[in-house]
């Protein structure tokens, strides 16, 4: 086995929103080619985790410190993170008006070549000839959308992964394929973290990290943080989701 | 009219200056299945017409007046070419069109306008179109424009379909500079006909961009769909007023606006719905503000720069 090496480390990391404490003292690293899960209830920041390591506009007035290989990226924007090697599966995905399909996956691909696009259409079983020419805009389905979503990351070749629940709005049957792709992804030397509040998609997952409240509450092997998870966080997110009138989904 | 023969005379002519502005040639009008008319200023450089077309040009001062004129049953299987424009710098180009579409027939024109080197001209198109029952009439008009600003465009049209008649037509401005443009239709709708009208255009400096498109939509089971694409930067301005009325039974209706906004640009979205059947039903979607910024995190979350971001989300707007 080779030795591990970090390929993203926080340090500190606080934000603050609306006056509001969002996430705070998150110390964590993370290793380069595995699949790491972000797990948490409702409301716990695992989204907003997401979006300040994209870099996202509002989410870039941090305290603390991202290392991505070893160098701090928290004044790069987006794109130039991005150009580093970091991406971001949002859990709804933006539709995109007269944008193809295919020029979408172009904008991302590192290869460009159409045999290439195809490909990764049918890494997330997509047939490309009835969706390359279709636009990337709301005739798609939740679930369509999110796989082009994932093939538009395929294509990219990222070096690190985030997908922010990406079991939702898939449907069952798909679900395999989609986990199948995550480990394609690994396969293609991206490392991976999943951003999750189902037991199924942690399960993917090597090392998972636990949130609540904006912090860090444990981390470890999956199976350790899958029964915590299962036994003290999944009950309690029930009884805040009845309490915040949210249809819980899991 | 008889055809005029479109061809080259030796040396580079109008005709091939104004071709090429719109990326054609004269060879390219040589099929003899598919109409043409090429008008510059107030000459027509070429034309030809297919069984059941009737085209009668007469040539007015600083324009033309055409009557065209698609017999009874016709189906004129391949779009008609049109090309209208003028090489100067100034000048006035005014196209009057009296357009007759005979019952059950059907047309599709695909009009270019271009004024490659305008500093000041003014392009005023008055059309009266009839459409008559079951007929259907498209029309497809793209104009080019040279980087000067110097265009100013009238497109004003009256539109009457008849029964279970079509109408749809799209108008393009995404290259080079629109100067002024100040559209002003207004189509009336009879029983069970359809409208559908298009608008993709894109300003930037201080080029103007008005719409004024109305549709009554007075027969029953009539449709309308009136749909606004527009890009300002700059301090380019869009002022955009789509108006439906709706009066008969089952009646329907949409509008939609999207306009993206970049720099200093203003614009501006006036749908008017207004409904007096109780069995007609019109509906209204406007989007006027900047690049959404989800799309452009999207695309920059994919490496793409911000700036081509924002061009290929316009790109996709503009389509
Ligand atoms: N822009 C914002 N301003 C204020 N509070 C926010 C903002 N965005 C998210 N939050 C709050 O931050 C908390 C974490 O949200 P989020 O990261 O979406 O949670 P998760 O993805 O774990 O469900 C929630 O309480 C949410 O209401
Ligand atoms: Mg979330």
Redesign the pocket.
Known sequence: MSKTETILELRDLALK??G?N?LQNINASFESGIVHAVV?P????????ASVLMGLP?FRYIEGDILFEGKSIKKLDTDKRAKLGITLGWQEPARFDGISIRDFLKASAKDKAEENLEKALDAVGLSPKNYLNRDCDKTLSGGERKRVEIASILVMEPKLTLLDEPDSGIDVEALDKMFEVMQMLKQKGSSVIL?T?SLQVLKQSERALL?CH?GIRDSGSSEKISSYFHDKCMPCDLKYAAEQGIPYDR | MTDKKTARHGAPSALDELLSSINKTADELHDKHTAHLVVHHNKVLGSHLVPGLKLDVEEIKDGIRAVIRIEENAVIKNPVQICFGMLPEKGTQKIIMDVGCGRNSKISIIAHCSFPNAIDISHIMEAVINIEDGAEYRYFERHVHGESGGTKVYPKAKVNLKKGARFATEFELVKGRVGLIDIDYETTCGEDSSLEMTARISGYADDIIKINETGHLTGKNSRGFLNSRIAVRDTARAEIFNKLTASAPGARGHVDCKEIVQDKAVASAIPVVEVSHPQARITHEAAIGSVDSKQLQTLMARGLSEKDAVALIIKGLLK
């Open positions: 929103l609306g509001k969002i948490g409702n409301g716990a920041g695992k989204s907003t985790l509002d951003i509040h949130m904006g």
